[in-house]
C-alpha cells in the first residue's frame, strides 16, 4: 500500500514539476487552476509523509523507495513554496491589514452585522435579485480573502509537518513585511530621529504630531492587528506565529511608539502642552491593544518602549507644568491695563488652563501623587479659601487648578500698586477675579473646582466692586447731609450743592475713562451706585429747590437734576472718555438720557 501511495503522489508532484520540459507546470497555478487538485496534492504529500516514516523504521527499510520519495518530496515542496509566495503575492490587496482586522472581528460583513431591520427596509425598495446582487458584491472581497488564507493555511501546515518550515516562514516574512512597511508609508509614518525632531520649526512638528496621533491608531488597530489575526490563521505552530510576527513588525512598532519619547525629550514650550497630552492620550487609549498583540515575549520591548514613551510624556507635562507656574510667578510687566480691564496676563493664564481642563482624565493620570510645592511665597490669608477644594472631594488635579489660578491671583493682587488709584485697583481686581470665575463655569473647570469654589470668588468679586464704589463715590456720598430732608440754613444749601457738584464732577472726569468688561457686573455696579446716590440727592433736591428758585445763577447751584445723575452714571465703565463737566457734560447726559 505504500509503495502505491510513491507510485499515485509521484504521478501528479511531476505534473507539477517546476524542472518538467514542458511549460504547463511552471507557467499555470496550482490552487488557481484546479482547486481540487491542489487537495488532492496536498493528500499526496501526506500519503508521501506516510511512506516516508513507513520506509525509515528498519524492519520495513527500502533505501531505494526511501530515496525516491525524498525527491518527490523536495519536488512537491518547491512547488508548494512557489504556490504560497503566489497567493502572497497575488493577494496583497485582498490580504491587506483592513479587511483582514474586519475579517477577525466579524464573520461576514454583510451578514451578521446587518440587522433584521435594514433588511427588512432594504426589502421594501429593491426587488430580491437586487439584493441578491448586492448580497454577493458585499462578500465578494471577503470570498477571495477567506479561499486565499486557507490555501495559505493548508500550504504552510503541509510544508511545515514535511520539515521545510523555514522556507515557508521566510517567504512569508519577505512578503508580509513589505506591506506593513508600505502601509505605515502611506500613513506618514517616517523614521526620525531626536536631532531631527529638535530642529524641526513648531509647525512642521506640530503636523508631524497630530499625524502621528491620527495614524498610530490605524497602525494599531488594522495594520499590526490584521497581521496578528493573518499570522495566526496561517500558522498552526506557535513558533511559527512568533516568528513571523515579531519579524514583520517589530522594527516598525519600536520605531512608531519611540517617536513620542523623541518629543517629550526635546525643547519644551508652552504651546508643545496640548500635542504632549495628545500623544500620552493616544497611547493611553490604545494600551490594551498593544499589550493584547504585542503579548510574545520576544516583543516585550515594544511594550517596554510604549511605556517608556508614556513615562517621559508624563514627566515632560509635570516640567512644564511647573515651568507654566513659574513663568506666572516670575512676569514682571510694568505696563498698566487702562480703566481697569482685563490683564493680559489673565486671559492667557485662564485660556490655556481651560483647554487644560479638557484633558482632565489625562493629567489626572500624569499628576497623580504629585505633591504641590511645599514652599510658597504666596500670602498664607489665600489658602484658605482658595485651596479647600478637597473638602469637595475634588481630584488631585482639580487642587492642581486651583493652585495654577491661586498663582494668577496673587500676581494680579500685587499688579493693584502700580495704580495710584486706590478705587482703580479695586475695580481692576474685580474686573480680572470676574473674568476668571466667568471662565471657570464655562469650562471643565466648574466640575472640577465645584460650586463651592465658585460661590466663595463670587464673593470676593462684590467685595472688590463694594471696595471700589466705596473708595470712589464717599466723597459725593459725604457731600450730601446726613439727612437729606432736614431744613438747613440757605448758605449751608449752597455749600453743600457746591461740594457736591465738584465731587461728582471730580469722581465722574475721573472714571469716564473706567471699564467694565463684563455687561452683568457693570450693570450691578451701576444700579448699586444709582441706589447710593440718587435717592439720596433726591430727597435733598426736592427739599431745597423752592428755597433756592429765587436765587440768582440757580443753573450755576444746581447743574444736575436726579434723572440727569442717573443718565451720567449709565455712561460709566464702557471705557469712553467724556471731558469737560457743565455744560459740555451737560450735553453728553442729554445725550445719554435720549438714548437711554
Request: proline fraction near 3%.
Given at each position: 500500500m505504500m509503495e502505491e501511495n510513491i507510485d499515485n503522489a509521484e504521478l501528479l508532484i511531476n505534473k507539477w514539476n517546476l524542472q518538467a520540459s514542458t511549460g504547463f507546470a511552471t507557467t499555470s497555478s496550482l490552487f488557481y487552476d484546479d482547486r481540487k487538485e491542489a487537495k488532492d496534492f496536498i493528500s499526496c504529500v501526506k500519503d508521501l509523509q506516510r511512506a516516508m516514516r513507513f520506509f525509515i523504521q528498519p524492519e520495513n527499510s527500502n533505501s531505494v523507495l526511501m530515496v525516491k520519495s525524498q525527491k518527490l518530496m523536495q519536488t512537491a515542496m518547491k512547488r508548494l513554496e512557489k504556490e504560497f509566495y503566489q497567493i502572497l503575492a497575488a493577494n496583497r490587496d485582498r490580504l491587506d491589514p483592513e479587511s483582514i482586522s474586519g475579517h477577525g472581528s466579524e464573520k461576514s460583513r454583510g451578514g451578521s452585522s446587518t440587522t433584521s431591520e435594514d433588511y427588512d427596509e432594504e426589502v421594501e425598495s429593491s426587488d430580491e435579485d437586487e439584493i441578491q446582487r448586492l448580497s454577493d458584491s458585499i462578500n465578494e472581497v471577503e470570498q477571495v480573502s477567506t479561499v486565499a488564507m486557507n490555501d495559505l493555511k493548508m500550504i504552510s501546515d503541509c510544508m511545515i509537518s514535511s520539515g521545510y518550515g523555514k522556507e515557508v516562514v521566510r517567504i512569508y516574512k519577505i512578503i508580509r513585511k513589505s506591506i506593513v512597511d508600505e502601509g505605515l508609508y502611506k500613513l506618514g509614518l517616517e523614521r526620525l530621529t531626536a536631532a531631527q525632531i529638535n530642529k524641526m520649526d513648531w509647525e512642521m512638528l506640530d503636523f508631524k504630531i497630530k499625524n502621528w496621533v491620527y495614524a498610530v491608531k490605524i497602525a494599531v488597530k488594522t495594520l499590526f492587528l490584521g497581521e496578528r489575526i493573518l499570522c495566526d490563521y496561517v500558522f498552526t505552530s506557535e513558533t511559527s506565529r512568533e516568528s513571523c510576527f515579531t519579524a514583520i513588525t517589530k522594527d516598525s512598532a519600536l520605531e512608531l511608539f519611540q517617536f513620542p519619547e523623541l518629543v517629550a525629550k526635546g525643547k519644551k514650550s508652552p504651546e508643545k502642552m496640548f500635542?504632549?497630552?495628545?500623544?500620552?492620550?493616544?497611547?493611553?487609549?490604545?494600551?490594551?491593544?498593544?499589550?493584547?498583540?504585542?503579548?510574545?515575549?520576544?516583543?516585550?520591548?515594544?511594550?517596554?518602549?510604549?511605556?517608556?514613551?508614556?513615562?517621559?510624556?508624563?514627566?515632560?507635562?509635570?516640567?512644564?507644568?511647573?515651568?507654566?507656574?513659574?513663568?506666572?510667578?516670575?512676569?514682571?510687566?510694568?505696563?498698566?491695563?487702562?480703566?481697569?480691564?482685563?490683564?493680559?496676563?489673565?486671559?492667557?493664564?485662564?485660556?490655556?488652563?481651560?483647554?487644560?481642563?479638557?484633558?482632565?482624565?489625562?493629567?489626572?493620570?500624569?499628576?497623580?501623587?504629585?505633591?504641590?510645592?511645599?514652599?510658597?511665597?504666596?500670602?498664607?490669608?489665600?489658602?484658605?479659601?482658595?485651596?479647600?477644594?478637597?473638602?469637595?472631594?475634588?481630584?488631585?488635579?482639580?487642587?492642581?487648578?486651583?493652585?495654577?489660578?491661586?498663582?494668577?491671583?496673587?500676581?494680579?493682587?500685587?499688579?493693584?500698586?502700580?495704580?495710584?488709584?486706590?478705587?482703580?485697583?479695586?475695580?481692576?481686581?474685580?474686573?480680572?477675579?470676574?473674568?476668571?470665575?466667568?471662565?471657570?463655569?464655562?469650562?471643565?473647570?466648574?466640575?472640577l473646582l465645584g460650586e463651592d469654589w465658585i460661590s466663595k470668588h463670587e464673593v470676593k468679586v462684590k467685595q472688590y466692586s463694594l471696595n471700589y464704589e466705596r473708595m470712589g463715590w464717599s466723597k459725593v456720598l459725604s457731600s450730601l447731609p446726613a439727612d437729606p430732608t432736614a431744613s438747613i440754613p440757605l448758605d449751608a444749601t449752597k455749600e453743600c450743592l457746591s461740594s457736591f457738584n465738584t465731587?461728582?464732577?471730580?469722581?465722574?472726569?475721573?472714571?469716564?475713562?473706567?471699564?467694565?468688561?463684563?455687561?452683568?457686573?457693570?450693570?450691578?455696579?451701576?444700579?448699586?451706585?444709582?441706589?447710593?446716590?440718587?435717592?439720596?440727592?433726591?430727597?435733598?433736591?426736592?427739599?431745597?429747590?423752592?428755597?433756592?428758585?429765587?436765587?440768582?445763577?440757580?443753573?450755576?447751584?444746581?447743574?444736575?437734576?436726579?434723572?440727569?445723575?442717573?443718565?451720567?452714571?449709565?455712561?460709566?465703565?464702557?471705557?469712553?472718555?467724556?471731558?469737560?463737566t457743565g455744560s459740555s457734560a451737560g450735553n453728553s447726559s442729554r445725550h445719554s438720557s435720549s438714548s437711554h
Open positions: 500635542r504632549i497630552l495628545d500623544l500620552y492620550d493616544a497611547i493611553s487609549e490604545l494600551w490594551p491593544e498593544i499589550e493584547a498583540i504585542f503579548w510574545y515575549q520576544s516583543m516585550s520591548n515594544i511594550r517596554a518602549q510604549a511605556v517608556s514613551s508614556l513615562l517621559k510624556l508624563g514627566e515632560s507635562v509635570r516640567a512644564m507644568l511647573t515651568d507654566f507656574e513659574a513663568a506666572i510667578q516670575k512676569d514682571s510687566s510694568k505696563a498698566l491695563v487702562l480703566g481697569g480691564g482685563i490683564h493680559p496676563l489673565t486671559r492667557y493664564v485662564m485660556n490655556y488652563v481651560c483647554f487644560l481642563s479638557d484633558y482632565t482624565g489625562i493629567l489626572s493620570d500624569i499628576v497623580a501623587d504629585w505633591p504641590l510645592p511645599m514652599h510658597t511665597s504666596l500670602p498664607e490669608s489665600y489658602f484658605d479659601s482658595s485651596l479647600d477644594t478637597e473638602d469637595d472631594g475634588a481630584s488631585s488635579i482639580g487642587v492642581r487648578f486651583a493652585w495654577l489660578i491661586l498663582v494668577l491671583l496673587c500676581k494680579l493682587d500685587g499688579k493693584t500698586s502700580l495704580y495710584k488709584d486706590v478705587p482703580l485697583s479695586y475695580l481692576f481686581l474685580a474686573n480680572n477675579l470676574n473674568y476668571v470665575v466667568s471662565k471657570v463655569r464655562s469650562s471643565n473647570l466648574r466640575f465731587a461728582f464732577e471730580t469722581a465722574y472726569r475721573t472714571q469716564s475713562s473706567w471699564v467694565v468688561t463684563d455687561s452683568k457686573l457693570r450693570d450691578e455696579i451701576k444700579i448699586s451706585i444709582c441706589r447710593k446716590i440718587v435717592p439720596v440727592y433726591r430727597e435733598f433736591y426736592d427739599t431745597n429747590r423752592a428755597a433756592l428758585s429765587g436765587e440768582r445763577n440757580v443753573e450755576a447751584l444746581i447743574r444736575y437734576s436726579p434723572d440727569d445723575l442717573s443718565n451720567y452714571l449709565s455712561d460709566l465703565f464702557y471705557g469712553m472718555k467724556v471731558s469737560g
